[in-house]
């Protein structure tokens, strides 16, 4: 767990002061519940659209934007607080990169809070806070939000949920459906570090590793690739259920195969030693920073120039090609030159990792 | 509670059979998270919008629109199921009427759901089943969506978020900044109703009662208002806190005085009697199918007029002036003739309501 500031470093505003948790009162609409607007939220989020304690956020949308994207995550990931990360920056970087995908440039967020009655103040407001550093940082504001809370044995310390809403550049179209024969696969960088990062710190399951969660925004990245070339088609990021599940599910909304080279495939060494020790396939392991584009084979190099000349696409690598053959199946020729299939994750074998 | 049709009578499709409740791979990201959404989520909320699977969804706005209505609100209401109503109606009407209190037309929403382990299907598909009637009935369409699953012993069953995204219309000024001295305060009729019905079935609380949750989408009523007149300063819902909470904060936003009217409070009988009972000030109980609007004093009657046609309006009613007198404070005159001080509600004595 990251160190925490204690209560009286972190700059806990004095009317929260004689509350050292969260009470049921703070999600209760009254003056508690505006305590907690005013002296944590307002300040962390502070921006000129920001409706602080109104119902809606009024919005001026950028001259000739005609299509807007709209996405909705929860939160829910355990612990709240993780090697490289914490529940505060998943929050914004997953929905950011879900605008993203889409080709959007993210602009606005909500966030949701569901917190558990006696949630620490200070761990709220260190993931608040990190919350606020991701948005700056993602250069998107965060402009309407909600408190609700919940018994104690009732929740998990805090559940989170974001949406959010971006511009989509006229004429753009991406999507898991558009997939074509001859495209490339393309990652940027390693495999695996979220979820293992996360395992690593999991209730009887500790274990010494040097890896960090990936957490990033990646809109930054997307727009470098879009700059590159017209010819992306699709854009996911490999959250739950890993690169195998995106790929999966692109292989079937377009019906098309795809085949994976997993010689090619960037993994660090500490996860793959974590994923033999508990029999994970690195695959189905969550990513919190990473993105696979398929593109038309042509711009392949100059994308994956575009990648790697960017902070967070160093590794990047061509990882596969989509085939005309076997319509909806994934398959990947091993390290050892074997074939095997790769299906579709049943569900997540480390839940609850976003 | 309301009557749940049997697991058998509900339709539930094949591929959802062989589990009768909620396991955590539905929360995965992989082909059981698939099953829910292609099986449950998307046969109910079918539109064209719909991105079942996606990361985001893309919306084409109505041509012209320059101002966009953002808003969020997580339910956590207990129980699931209450007379009047469910957590899925009221996650439709909760945000849809956010939005219009904005004075926006409510397009799209979001939906974002935290499952608890163990979950019956069957209560989840009645849930989803309302929530697409409400959406319906409200004219928005539900565009995406996000399922997360928490351990048994984490959650309570379901807690739903739902943001939505509304085009506010050129020139429209509204917020609870602008109620001026002189103006008229209407309802669109009882108070109470809804905390009232909640009360009545909570666990180690159950009395009888006739009193029905008013839940319900306020956007055409709000459209029928706007359509009246132009001079509408504040439209709020008073949930959470009631009509003590929403009126004290346009006094302190509006830096006005208010005086209410306690004859001309709507209250029905049972409402009256339970409050009694209970302990509660009817003005602190919750509503969600209740506006306050705040409108010039030359505009009330005309307004009153057009309330008292719609359906959700028949009893509304004139409950109060705006005045320059103690600007921040909210007082009533009381039925026997006194003046009593209504104050912002410390939190909510009836936790969990929305």
Redesign the interface.
């Known amino acids: 767990m990251s160190k925490l500031p204690r209560f009286d470093e972190w700059t806990c505003p004095l009317p929260l002061r004689h509350h050292t948790g969260i ?12 305590d907690l607007v005013e002296h944590l939220f307002a300040p962390a989020f502070r921006n000129d659209t920001l409706d602080a ?9 950028p001259a000739g ?12 990931i355990r612990p709240l607080f993780f090697p490289g990360g914490s529940i505060g920056e998943i929050a914004v970087h997953g929905t950011v ?3 993203a ?2 080709g ?1 440039q993210p602009l ?1 967020l ?5 917190l558990e009655e006696g949630l620490p103040l200070d761990h709220l407001g260190e993931i608040v806070r990190r919350m606020s550093e991701a948005a700056r940082s993602a250069g998107v504001l965060l ?4 408190t ?4 104690k ?4 310390g805090c ?1 989170i ?1 974001t ?4 511009v ?1 550049p006229a004429g753009l179209k991406l ?2 459906h558009l997939a074509r024969p001859g495209d490339a696969i393309l990652i940027n960088g390693r495999i695996g570090d979220h979820g293992i990062a996360i395992l690593s710190v999991r209730e009887g399951m500790e274990f010494e590793t040097a890896v960090v969660s990936d957490t990033a925004a990646l809109n930054g990245l997307v727009a470098a690739i879009l700059a590159a070339t017209p010819d992306v088609h699709v854009l ?2 490999p ?3 890993g690169v195998a ?1 995106t790929l999966n ?1 692109i292989a079937s ?1 377009s019906q098309v195969g795809i085949v994976l080279d997993e010689n090619a495939l960037p993994i660090g060494g500490d996860v793959e030693s974590a994923c033999e020790l508990f029999g994970l396939d690195p695959l189905t392991v969550a990513n919190e920073g990473k993105l696979v584009a398929v593109v038309a084979s042509e711009a392949a190099d100059a994308v994956l120039d575009q990648l790697r000349h960017h902070p967070l696409g160093r590794e990047a690598a061509r990882i596969g090609t989509v085939t005309d053959q076997h319509p909806g199946l994934v398959s990947a020729r091993t390290k050892i030159g074997g074939t095997r299939l790769i299906p ?5 074998q480390l ?2 990792i976003c």
């Open positions: 009470v049921m009162g703070h999600g209760g609409g009254g003056s508690l519940t505006a304690m109104g119902d809606s956020a009024v919005l001026e949308l934007a005609t299509r807007l994207a709209f996405s909705t995550d929860s939160y829910v990169n879900d605008l995908m889409a959007a606005f909500s966030a949701g809070f569901i402009v309407t939000g909600d609700k809370v919940v018994e044995g009732h929740g998990d559940y949920n949406s959010g809403v971006g989509v999507g898991p996911r990021d959250t739950r259920g599940a599910e909304r579709m994750p049943l569900g997540e839940p609850r």
